[in-house]
């Protein structure tokens, strides 16, 4: 198939119709094969806002993609591939698992999405805290509530798998092609559902609030985990064929018993810091100028090495809120989240800095969640207890003084804000540097430093602080047959690159069985 190419640029609004026409008449008016391949924005002359698009045309269709090859009956496991974590690492791992022909169980510490949104509302509105239903832990992973952002750095061939996979479990078609793709948090948790509902109509055992309590080894090898179900507080012990541990950033729990029976984890640097919080409409000016009600509402990505510690912003969420994302008692752990339409009244972004596996102290592979637990606490004391996140204006922040009244600006966070000088919960290096960094940042989009932007603690769950060490065949290099997968073994830092993960995984499973 002869396929065209060509970059298009249409001013803001643009009529995508006409993108069509021009391809229809290119090719002489017919026309087989349409695709919007990609879609970006030029804001460089703020008085000539461009789309610009890149669309590839044929005048025969395209062929469908083969079906991947299926593993023979004859080789099929004799005992069950066991998928713990149904975050998008575990999800993508058993979707290929079964476009390969093997059946998994999976399991999730969590409740299913419809129950763990209720447990998340109702400990918003001060209610208790789930430890096992909240936002880092339940189907779909703790970027279930987030933004459903899929823009990644990394620059996987799968990624693209990744886009269609979730196009094909009902995600809008347009994040094929924009350049900062979204589903939102409403869309994503449908998608789940559907994800689900395919897993089960193939034959997928999917148990929720069921975790993995302990493991066995036998030369060097899983033998058997044991998995308890929270609800009924009865214990199975399972014989699996190989396990991906898809848990998640946040199963501390996990982390320790795993590393009782020897499995090998090291320390690695994350970073940690605040939520910060402007009017979308000053974003939307600043990044676009008066044109801005043309257009989606704005994001920003912002990176500063002005102070001793790189500092950048992180989960950008347009028109979105601050969620409270505790998973342990006695800690306040701020996320954000923003529904497809991004049609809240401020924007909001993580500004974290780099922290390094030194800073921890001590040797101890969890060095870094311990570090990370002294930050919930002291933030969760700040507050006033209740869950209640302090808070602090930009100005006060950056002269070390408690604020006395918002501004114009008021925080999304629904448990409640306390008044509290976030200087005193974070480490010396990340506030000085969080600090040069608004300052720095300013300079680059105009009122990012606004005196009466809100600051709230603490963000510290931005990634794993350990690795789960594995070799080139994607298992652990301590116990075969355990291949740490996504974000909390520490290879992945987000949606796309979680579930691109888990979809190489599963690869190596099916590879290890054909």
């Not at 999800?91 to 409740?111: K, Q």
């Not at 900062?180 to 559902?193: A, C, E, F, R």
């Not at 309590?213 to 009865?234: M, N, P």
């Not at 994302?325 to 909001?348: H, I, P």
């Amino acid at each position: 198939m002869s396929v065209r190419t060509l970059q298009v640029k249409l001013p803001v609004p643009a009529n995508e119709d006409k993108l069509y026409a021009l391809a229809k008449k290119t090719l002489g008016g017919k026309m087989g094969y349409f695709s919007i391949r990609k879609k970006s924005l030029d804001a460089r002359d703020k008085n000539r806002l461009l789309w610009v698009y890149t669309i590839e045309f044929s005048r025969e269709e395209q062929p469908k993609r083969a079906p991947l090859a299926r593993l023979a009956k004859n080789k099929l496991p004799e005992k069950p591939v066991l998928i713990v974590g149904s975050g998008p690492a575990g999800l993508f791992a058993a979707i290929r698992l079964i476009d390969r022909g093997i059946v998994p169980v999976l399991v999730e510490r969590g409740p299913a999405v419809e129950e763990r949104e209720k447990k998340i509302n109702a400990f918003s509105l001060g209610g208790v805290l789930d430890e096992n239903g909240n936002v880092q832990f339940g189907e779909g992973g703790a970027g279930t509530f987030s933004d459903g952002k899929l823009n990644t750095q990394t620059h996987s061939g799968l990624n693209s798998e990744v886009l269609e996979t979730f196009v094909r479990f009902g995600a809008p078609e347009e994040i094929l092609y924009l350049n900062k793709p979204h589903i939102g948090s409403d869309n994503l948790k449908k998608v789940i559902v559907n994800m689900r509902s395919f897993l089960l109509a193939a034959g997928v055992s999917v148990r929720f609030n069921t975790c993995l309590t302990d493991l066995t080894t036998q030369g060097g090898r899983v033998k058997s985990v044991t998995l308890k179900d929270f609800k009924t507080g009865r214990e199975e012990i399972l014989e699996p064929s190989a396990v991906v541990l898809a848990i998640g950033h946040s199963a501390r729990d996990t982390f320790e018993r795993l590393l009782s029976r020897g499995v090998k984890m090291t320390r690695k640097d994350f970073a940690v810091g605040l939520r910060i919080e402007h009017k979308q409409a000053a974003i939307g000016r600043a990044q676009y100028g008066e044109s801005y009600t043309l257009l989606p509402a704005a994001d920003y990505k912002l990176v500063s090495h002005a102070g001793e510690r790189a500092a950048f912003t992180f989960c950008m969420c347009p028109g979105g809120f601050v969620m409270p994302a505790a998973s342990e008692t006695g800690g306040v752990v701020v996320n954000g989240m923003s529904n497809y339409a991004r049609d809240g009244e401020n924007a909001n972004s993580a500004l974290i800095a780099q922290v390094k596996a030194e800073d921890f102290g001590g040797e101890h592979p969890l060095a870094g969640v311990e570090f990370q637990r002294e930050l919930e606490r002291a933030a969760y004391e700040a507050g006033g207890g209740g869950y209640a996140a302090p808070t602090q204006l930009v100005k006060d922040f950056l002269v070390g003084r408690v604020s006395e009244k918002y501004g114009e600006i008021s925080p999304t966070y629904p448990v409640g804000t306390a008044f509290a000088d976030l200087n005193a919960i974070l480490p010396k290096t990340v506030r000085e540097s969080l600090k040069a960094a608004i300052l720095d940042m300013d300079r680059r989009l105009k009122g990012f430093a606004c005196p009466e932007a809100v600051l709230t603690g603490v963000e510290s769950r931005t990634s794993a602080p350990v690795r789960i060490e594995r070799d080139e065949t994607l298992q652990s290099v301590s116990c075969e047959g355990l291949y740490p997968c996504g974000e909390g073994a520490g290879y992945a830092g987000g949606i796309t690159s979680s579930a691109a993960d888990g979809l190489r995984v599963a690869e190596k499973i099916f590879e290890a069985f054909s």
